[in-house]
């Protein structure tokens, strides 16, 4: 990703920043951690809040 496609990509979510892999890799291990023990058959969208407010 280019800095241009990061600002570009970034500025339209609530975070203000694209994501990272880091962010989607943090998301991809959740369920399997202890944390996750009772949670079942959820959809986790990694945007950075982009459809908040839509």
Request: aromatic share 2%; hydrophobic share 35%; charged share 10%.
């Amino acid at each position: 990703m280019t800095p241009r496609t990061a600002v570009v990509t970034g500025g339209g979510t609530a975070t203000g920043r694209a994501g990272t892999p880091a962010d989607a890799a943090a998301v991809v291990g959740f369920p399997t951690s202890r944390g996750a023990g009772h949670v079942t058959g959820q959809v986790v969208p990694v945007n950075g809040g982009a459809h908040l407010g839509r």
